[in-house]
Every structure is written in structure tokens, then in C-alpha cells.
């Protein structure tokens, strides 16, 4: 058992309190409800009582538990409340899940999502607040039948006496809990002890997903609201000077056509906009503001040079060879070992900029009058929108309030926040609520892409084929992609490690696995290749390194646990049972860390048509205490999936500043047919605190991928799109 200082402290309490008892009354039709069941197992309550921040009690019995971080399809509507009903300890069939508004004094925890951090950072909070309340209510108990909290036990929403016959339900004494105080130090549950986490439980949204009703952005509705959809500049590097303006409003069903600018004092790194200018049209319908969109005549002005593909490509060579280093990392003498090597080879990745491609177009409701601002729909950061609305409206922060809707994809799209400004913008400047859209088209050319990356790996090996010197030098528009710290860091005595930015007006941000989605398929490629040329298996040769890194290793920092890393290839190479050759399928595997999680994979490829084609796919994870085995399969698949799409056919290029691909018909994300027949996932098991599963699952897809390639057609791949892209191996001068 162990015991915390709790965060819920009585001033918090009384915050949270104040609506116990308010008699709200909810319909099962309205609940997102945990259990499969038709029929409702537990009464609609006539009265609720809030616990806490998380926790609201009903008199019959149902539990409703807030999710407190946005839904992005990393399955958080599930998993967290999951965490808070284990440590309530109640029947997760008598709970029911709510989406929570942003308020992080009430949830005590950054309420956001990206970096596949909501359960790590979410993880002490949740725990806390379901233990807390079991405390609360356990103490009303006590307090009831006039004996000790010690004499007392709780299981599955029921306290009983440990030495009586009485029992009550929380529903019967969660009126009295209300009115416990907070306790300032409660126990925590042992990971042996629990009977929810680590189960499979479906996702508590699923029947409402699969029957289409309305969770979504794009579902919101307010009456009296408007639709608004917007025209921005043609081209990175240019502004909008001044359009047909008379012509548009005087279409039908346009209610005002005008420019917005969403520029706002000291913005934050959410603040990430190529364009804050735009045109706003606004009106009845979709179809009305798409004909408008059409009919607009706009005069438009170049404030920074129009860029292109071949001079992004020229730009990053030029980075590589010259640019500043920013982040680096050097033991021993790379430069000497070099010199002294039996055999060196050295190998040039490239990747191009790469779009979200989000299924759920971008949208925004917003309702800003002279008193405050209404703001709901898909945010991955409804506090940094809640700061950024306040500057651009010029009202204070309390006076703004976010509702955060289920988001149809977001992989960092909606980590930035300018969609939701411009929504409120428009919503000012006409007085009245509005629903802005972007067309397919407007997302794809307004991004915040993927940045480009070039790397150059070079590896030395001694007369006895052992790893001796190791570089990599990468350069990206704008963000480096190296990680210094990373592995082979500390398994290799002589090892360099650079990372270069260099300048772009094309805007860029987060991508699913940032940085690490590209980084992880040059490193796992190459070490693939330096692995042949030592005549040693791809896994043998890792796992040597990682022995390296425990017995011996080189420098003092790491972003990583060798022990744990060698783990999961050891499990994967079980599982995939590598080392039996099966004829006509070609094998190959990696293995990455990031996110605080370790992912290895074994994937199959076999050649049909000349295309090729993924069968199977094993991932062995490490995440540490597994939350919901349901949801934590099904996102490290997704994460394969998406991860062999983009490395296989997706490239956004630039002509004239402007983006030519612009929809799904030119941008190819993977089809279902060309999806893995199967994945399979196991997890290591112990309990270390739990870390991020959204991200981890995709980078070695890519690695992976392109070892199996290698072994089906003969040619090595280096540069992403594999289906596309010109594969000859380059060799440049590095400084």
C-alpha cells in the first residue's frame, strides 16, 4: 500500500462541491455508458453528488467519472476513467463517463493531448482523485454507524463491515460523503491489487461511433449559429490585399463577407499560423459558402520569397554540409576511429514534408459578445486556446470557456490553435455565434506540416567487425531531427551526434512521433545495413550493442534503459520466432524508444504483382502498467498501419509557395487493401508508472519496413515516399 499527500485540498473541494446535491438529472441516452449491456444495470439518478473534480455520485448507485483530456482517438474517454473507477474501486458497469470542461484547478492536471503524455502526466492525479473519494466516502460510513475507517472495507461500490453484517452502496451515503473533509494523506493501490487495470474494456464511445451519432467538431450545433468558412492567401510568403467584397455579400445565403486578422500580442508556440489574414465569408449553408469561396476575386500581395521542393532540397543539402549545430553530442574521437576502421560505410536519409491529413475536417464554434467567449470543438490544447482567445479578443481568461468535442484525428494538427482563433475572430466581428469549416483544401494548403529531414549515418567497424565509431548528422527546415542522447548513444566508444535547423516560411509543428517518426527509419535502416556488413543477425548485433550500454557505458546522459530496450527485441524475437526462413516471405525488423516507451517489431513482406505486401506484423512494448489492453492494442496497431502508409506513399511538395498536393485524390495515405493482414501485440509486464502509447507504435514501422524491402527486391531504401521516391544511395561530404 501506499500512501500520498493528496492534491484535493479543502479550498479545491469547496470549489468542486458547490454544485452537490443540485438534483441534475441525466438521461441514459445522453451518458457515454461503460457497459455493453442494452438495459441500464444501474437506476437514472434523481440527485448527484460531486466527490471531487473527477467523480460525480449518483443516489442509485451510478458513478459518473469526467475525463478530463481531450479525445483524439488515443482512447482517453476509456482509459483514464478507468484509472480513477480502480482506485474508487466501483464496478466499471455501474460507471458512466462524461467529457470534462477545461478547468485544470478543478482536475488538478494539464488537460491536453499530444506527445502521448495524458496517462503518464494524468497517472498520480487520477489515482489520487478516485482514492480520495473512496476515503471520502468510506469516512461517511464510518461516521454513520459510529466506528473506525479501519473497521470498514470497500469493493466494487459496496462498504461493508469487516467484523458485521452491514453494508451500504456509495449511492445510499454519497450525500454524506459531501460533506467529509478532504483528507490530506490516502492510500494508494498496490498494482497486484487490481481487478480493472490491465483488463480488456471496449472503447465506452464505441456504439455511438459506429452509429454515427453526433460526438464530433463537425457535429456541434447551437441555435441561432452561423457557418463561416474562410479563403487564405494562394501561397506561403504572401498576404491578401483586398477582394470582390460587394460582389460576394450579394450572393444567396451570404449573410457578410470580410477580412479577419487573428495576429495576437506575444504569441506562444501554439501561436504556429502562416496566415492571419484571411478572408471570412459567412452564411447559411456549406453549399452556399463553397460557391462563394468560388466566386471570390481577390488581389493578393508576396511579402517573403515563394519557395519550392527542389529548393527545400538544395536548402537542406546546404544545412547538412554548413549549418549551425544546435543540439550534439561527442565521446571519444569519432574523426580517429574512423581513420583506424577495417570498414566504414556511411548512408543519406531524406524525408519530405508530410501533412496531417486529419479525417475530420478543421472546425470551430464560437460565441464572443461583449461579456465573454463560447469556444467548442476539436483542440488538442483547450488551455492554450483559452490564453490565445483571451489576447486576440482582448478579454480576461475567466471570461472564456473551451468545450472540448471528441477530434476525428489530430496527430499535432491541433496542438496549434489558430483555427479556433479565427472562428472567434469571425464570431466578433458578427456579433452573433458561428460554426467555422475549412474545405479539405483549406487544411491540406494551410498546414502545419511535418518539417523536411536529410540525415547522414557513417559507421566504423574494427578488423573483428565491432562497432567502434559511429556519426549521425541531420538537418531539417526547420528543426533538426537528431536526438544526441539517444541509442546507439552509450554503446559505442567513439560516437558523434549533430542536429541542424535551417529556415523555411512554410509553416511547421508536431507530427505523429516527432522528429522520431523519421529519425527511427534512417537508424534502424542503417543499423540493418552495418549489421550485413558485419556478417552478424540485425538482432544479434542490437542486442550486442545494448550489453555494451549496460556492461560498460560510454558518457553520463541517456534518454534511455538499455535493459528494458533489449527487453522487447528479446520478446519480439521470441514471439516473431526470427530466425526461421519461410519461403517467398521476407523479414525485417527494428526497434525504438520514444515517448518514454520501447517498441520493437518483426515484420513480413511478401511480393504480390510486383507491389509489395505487409502479412504480419509482431510489436513487443514495453510501456510500463498497462491501462486498458483493449485500447493500448488497438493504437500500437494503428501506429503500424500509419507508420507503413507515410513511409510507403505519402509527399507534400511545394511549387511556388503553394502546396500541390491538396486533397486525398493526389495525397495518398495507405488504403485498407494495402493495410498488414495482421498485428499482433505483446506487452512486457511490470510495474513501472505507465508511458506514452500514441506515438511509440509508428517509428520502427518504418524501419522495419524498409529491412523487410531490402530483403524482398535487393535494394536498400533511403528515402521516404519508399513507392516513389528515387532510392540510389548518395554519398556527400560531411564536415
Known amino acids: 500500500m501506499t500512501l500520498v499527500r493528496t492534491k484535493f485540498g479543502r479550498r479545491s473541494f469547496l470549489k468542486t462541491s458547490a454544485a452537490a446535491g443540485g438534483g441534475l438529472m441525466i438521461g441514459f441516452s445522453w451518458l457515454t455508458r461503460c457497459s455493453p449491456v442494452s438495459e441500464p444495470l444501474v437506476a437514472v439518478p434523481n440527485e448527484w453528488f460531486k466527490i471531487n473534480g473527477y467523480i460525480k455520485i449518483g443516489d442509485t448507485g451510478l458513478v459518473t467519472i469526467f475525463n478530463p483530456n481531450p479525445e483524439i482517438g488515443q482512447n482517453v474517454m476509456t482509459s483514464m476513467p478507468m484509472i480513477v473507477a480502480e482506485e474508487l474501486d466501483v464496478a466499471w458497469d455501474h460507471v458512466v463517463v462524461e467529457q470534462g470542461m477545461l478547468d485544470e484547478d478543478a482536475f488538478k492536471n494539464p488537460q491536453f493531448a499530444g506527445g502521448s503524455l495524458s496517462i503518464m502526466l494524468g497517472w498520480d492525479a487520477l489515482r489520487m482523485a478516485g482514492a480520495t473519494g473512496r476515503r471520502m466516502l468510506l469516512e461517511a460510513a464510518a461516521k454513520e454507524w459510529g466506528v473506525k475507517v479501519e473497521d470498514l472495507t470497500a469493493s466494487e461500490g459496496i462498504i461493508k463491515e469487516k467484523n458485521g453484517t452491514r453494508t451500504i452502496g456509495y449511492g445510499a451515503i454519497a450525500s454524506k460523503a459531501v460533506g467529509i473533509e478532504v483528507p490530506e494523506e490516502i492510500a494508494l493501490k498496490e498494482p497486484k491489487d487490481y481487478k480493472l487495470l490491465g483488463s480488456a474494456q471496449k472503447n465506452v464511445e464505441g456504439p455511438k461511433i459506429v452509429t454515427g451519432k453526433p460526438l464530433f467538431g463537425i457535429d456541434f450545433k447551437k441555435e441561432g449559429m452561423l457557418l463561416a468558412m474562410i479563403e487564405h492567401p494562394p501561397a506561403f510568403g504572401m498576404k491578401v490585399k483586398d477582394f470582390n467584397v460587394d460582389e460576394i455579400k450579394a450572393m444567396d445565403g451570404v449573410r457578410d463577407a470580410f477580412i479577419i486578422d487573428t495576429t495576437i500580442p506575444e504569441p506562444a508556440w501554439s501561436d504556429v499560423n502562416a496566415f492571419n489574414h484571411l478572408i471570412a465569408i459567412v452564411g447559411d449553408s456549406t453549399w452556399q459558402l463553397m460557391k462563394a469561396k468560388k466566386a471570390l476575386k481577390a488581389n493578393w500581395e508576396t511579402v517573403t520569397e515563394p519557395e519550392n521542393t527542389a529548393m527545400h532540397v538544395q536548402r537542406l543539402k546546404d544545412t547538412l554540409k554548413n549549418g549551425e549545430v544546435g543540439g550534439n553530442r561527442k565521446d571519444g574521437d569519432t574523426e580517429a576511429a574512423f581513420a583506424s576502421a577495417a570498414k566504414v560505410i556511411e548512408r543519406t536519409y531524406t524525408s519530405p514534408f508530410l501533412a496531417h491529413a486529419t479525417m475530420e475536417p478543421m472546425n470551430f464554434y464560437a460565441n464572443v459578445t461583449a461579456d465573454g467567449a463560447e469556444l467548442a470543438g476539436p483542440t488538442q490544447t483547450p488551455k492554450a486556446l483559452e490564453d490565445s482567445a483571451a489576447k486576440l479578443l482582448g478579454l480576461p481568461v475567466e471570461k472564456i470557456s473551451v468545450q472540448m468535442t471528441r477530434i476525428g484525428g489530430g496527430f499535432g494538427r491541433r496542438l496549434y490553435v489558430h483555427f479556433g482563433l479565427e472562428a472567434a475572430a469571425i464570431s466578433k466581428k458578427m456579433g452573433a455565434p458561428i460554426k467555422m469549416i475549412y474545405t479539405r483544401e483549406d487544411d491540406m494548403t494551410q498546414g502545419t506540416y511535418r518539417p523536411a529531414y536529410r540525415s547522414t549515418y557513417k559507421a566504423g567497424l574494427d578488423e573483428n567487425n565491432n562497432l567502434i565509431a559511429f556519426s549521425v548528422r541531420g538537418a531539417g527546415l526547420p528543426e533538426g531531427p537528431v536526438f544526441p542522447n539517444r541509442f546507439p548513444a552509450g554503446s559505442v566508444p ?166 500541390v498536393h491538396k486533397n486525398f485524390n493526389t495525397y495518398q495515405l495507405i488504403r485498407h487493401s494495402q493495410a498488414p493482414e495482421e498485428i499482433e501485440v505483446f506487452f512486457v509486464e511490470n510495474e513501472i508508472k505507465p508511458t506514452g502509447l500514441g506515438e511509440p507504435g509508428l517509428p520502427p514501422a518504418i524501419g522495419a519496413l524498409a529491412s523487410a524491402l531490402y530483403k524482398a527486391t535487393g535494394k536498400r531504401y533511403y528515402h521516404t515516399p519508399f513507392s516513389t521516391a528515387d532510392q540510389s544511395p548518395e554519398k556527400i561530404e560531411v564536415m
Request: glycine share 10%; hydrophobic share 40%; charged share 20%.
Open 494 to 659: 567513439n560516437y558523434t551526434a549533430e542536429s541542424i535547423g535551417s529556415t523555411t516560411n512554410i509553416s511547421t509543428g508536431a507530427w505523429r512521433a516527432p522528429r522520431s517518426h523519421f529519425t527511427a527509419g534512417a537508424e534502424q535502416s542503417f543499423l540493418d545495413e552495418v549489421a550485413e556488413l558485419a556478417g552478424k543477425d540485425p538482432i544479434d548485433f542490437r542486442l550486442e550493442l545494448f550489453d555494451k550500454a549496460i556492461a560498460n557505458p560510454v558518457g553520463e546522459k541517456y534518454e534511455y534503459d538499455a535493459e528494458r530496450y533489449a527487453g522487447v527485441l528479446k520478446l519480439v524475437k521470441e514471439k516473431a520466432n526470427w530466425g526461421v526462413e519461410t519461403p517467398g516471405v521476407f523479414r525485417g525488423v527494428a526497434a525504438y524508444f520514444c515517448h518514454n516507451s520501447y517498441v520493437a517489431q518483426v515484420m513480413d513482406v511478401v511480393m504480390e504483382n510486383n507491389q509489395p505486401k505487409v502479412k504480419k506484423v509482431w510489436c513487443a512494448v514495453d510501456c510500463g502498467i498497462l491501462i486498458n489492453k483493449e485500447g493500448a492494442v488497438n493504437i500500437i496497431q494503428g501506429g503500424v498501419v500509419d507508420g507503413i502508409g507515410h513511409a510507403l506513399y505519402s509527399e507534400l511538395t511545394f511549387e511556388n509557395g503553394a502546396s
